[in-house]
């Protein structure tokens, strides 16, 4: 990934560790939900189908720190619903920063300027916010006008405030080359924001909306066009090379789900964030009774049009740590 150059270098140190261990499977990012609870209803997102007594739950402090230490992960992605609804939300961030965690806390960015003096900059924190397009495009996908502004106001004054602000963007089959350009274009240059990432939507089973997701084939030309020209390389995109090169369609890659697992309420998710079979207590569990082999593209038909991080960043990454070639480009910026 393109990170900063401490992070790299503990991210480095973390993986040789793996190596040395002969540890086959492990944690490179923690999808840490600690609700499911949010204050949008995205059609592309199925967290708030769950049940009401499920929705009204929080995750204790205790039980959410408790899980990143026992896989012993670098960095957490703290997801949901919408963070910024949990009333210990920062103790936890505070937890992760205190064992020297990554954290990333993503938000639709609707409560961040109320909840932001509960928060330090750290280099070891960075906001998340969700932007899905321009502000028709995004307000359209989020089902409520004003997000888009209220997501931008927030991110000036997190920016103003010393954090690290990063954001996250899904793309549709609605969407075009042109459109992947402008909300880049956007967001490198008049938001200001330090990293991007980028992700082409998958059919995740509990979404209201089953229609506007992208095939492989889409994606890549999608990806393709958008990236024409070495646009890609001006855009400050916090994804490695490789990764790049596989939403495009120039390389190909397995699923390697394990390397970002998914903790919620409901235990250890299986296989991924995005796919439900079954949950587990601990992450032992989840690591040594479940059949990676038998999920990815060509394997299970689930997975037949995921192009998503959570299966296919893993991959990139260390395959770029294994390849001095491709160290060498992420670091030059791919």
Request: net charge positive.
């Amino acid at each position: 990934m393109a990170i900063p150059l401490r992070q790299n270098v503990r991210i480095g140190a973390y993986l040789f560790k793996q190596k040395v261990l002969r540890h086959t499977k492990f944690p490179l990012i923690v999808e840490l939900e600690p609700l499911f609870a949010c204050n949008l209803k995205c059609g592309g997102c199925g967290k708030i189908q769950h049940p009401a007594s499920i929705l009204k739950q929080r995750m204790p402090v205790e039980q959410a720190v408790g899980a990143i230490e026992e896989c012993g992960a670098p960095m957490v992605s703290l997801a949901g619903g919408e963070p910024l609804m949990h009333p210990q939300i920062d103790e936890i961030v505070r937890q992760l920063i205190k064992r020297k965690k990554y954290v990333y806390l993503c938000t639709n960015a609707l409560l961040l300027r109320k909840k932001m003096d509960l928060f330090k900059p750290s280099r070891y924190f960075a906001w998340a916010v969700h932007i899905d397009g321009l502000e028709e495009r995004h307000d359209e996908s989020v089902a409520k006008e004003g997000t888009f502004a209220e997501a931008v106001a927030a991110i000036a004054e997190a920016k103003r405030r010393g954090f690290t602000v990063t954001t996250n963007t899904t793309f549709f089959n609605t969407d075009t080359p042109q459109t992947v350009i402008d909300v880049l274009n956007f967001l490198n240059d008049e938001a200001g924001v330090d990293k991007m990432m980028i992700s082409p939507a998958y059919a995740y089973e509990r979404a209201p909306d089953q229609e506007h997701f992208l095939g492989v084939q889409e994606t890549r030309e999608l990806f393709h066009k958008a990236f024409a020209d070495g646009r890609r390389k001006k855009w400050r995109l916090n994804h490695s090379p490789l990764f790049l090169d596989f939403l495009e369609g120039k390389v190909d890659f397995d699923c390697t789900a394990w390397g970002i697992p998914s903790y919620s309420l409901l235990g250890w998710q299986r296989p991924c964030y995005l796919m439900s079979d079954g949950y587990v207590a601990t992450y032992k569990e989840l690591i040594e009774t479940t059949d990676w082999s038998k999920y990815g593209r060509g394997r299970d038909p689930r997975c037949a049009n995921c192009m998503a991080h959570c299966g296919y960043e893993p991959t990139a990454v260390l395959a770029t740590m294994g390849s001095l070639k491709q160290s060498l480009r992420a670091a030059a910026g791919g």
